[in-house]
Every structure is written in C-alpha cells, then in structure tokens.
C-alpha cells in the first residue's frame, strides 16, 4: 500500500504560481512512473502531466504544457508539479498517483493509488 498526500494548493491570482508537492509513504515510488490530474466542479477528473520512473522522460496535457513542470525526488520520495502563468481554467482539485507502468499515461486507469488532493482556485 502506497499512502500519497499532496500539499502546495492555494488561492492565487491570474499570472501568479504554485508548486504542488505530493509525498509518499508505505513503499518507495522510485519504481513506478507518476501522474498529476485535476477535477474541476462539474466537469471529470482530466491528466495534467506524468513523469517516468527515473525523471527522464515526462508528458503533459496540452492545455499547461509550457506553463507547468513536474518532477521528482526519488530519494525523498516525492512528486513536485511547478505550475506557472496561472490561468482561471486551472481552478481544481489536483491529485497525485501512482502509475502501475514505469513510463508514464495520460489514462487514470493505469493508476493504482490516488491521493486526497490539494485545492487550486486561480482568481481573474
């Protein structure tokens, strides 16, 4: 069992930026690639950005690519997704989760342990 908490989220204006971090505890993460998505209300839960199990290799959704940047610490096991250039359209509740696969999927299905998330309001 994996436990992910993901913490960073916040209220901040159009233009500004967070950094979302997202720990793990109960196993080692270092194994498996990593996700970000987000849920805004009334609309279902989408991919934001995934990374590879060793950091080499990430993908992200085309609606943030270019504004947001995910990483990882294996050896503090954690998850970080640097978003910048903040739009209103990011407002959500962003989750963490842990691929199955070792490259990284746009698919939730693929993940096998989500987080509680974190509150992200980006105000006009």
């Known amino acids: 069992q994996v436990q992910l908490v993901e913490s960073g989220g916040g209220l901040v204006q159009a233009g500004g930026s967070l950094r979302l971090s997202c720990a793990a505890s109960?196993?080692?993460?270092?194994?498996?690639?990593m996700g970000w998505f987000r849920q805004a209300p009334g609309k279902e839960r989408e991919f934001v950005a995934a990374?590879?199990?060793?950091?080499?290799?990430?993908i992200y959704a085309d609606s943030v690519k270019g504004r947001f940047t995910i990483s990882r610490d294996n050896a503090k096991n954690t998850v970080y997704l640097q978003m910048n250039s903040l739009k209103p359209e990011d407002t959500a509740v962003y989750y963490c989760?842990?691929?199955?696969?070792?490259?990284?999927?746009?698919?939730?299905?693929?993940?096998?342990?989500w987080g509680q998330g974190t509150q992200v309001t980006v105000s006009s």
């Open positions: 990374i590879s199990w060793s950091g080499g290799n990430t």
């Open positions: 989760a842990v691929d199955r696969q070792r490259w990284g999927t746009r698919s939730s299905s693929s993940y096998d342990y």
């Open positions: 109960g196993r080692t993460i270092s194994g498996y690639a």
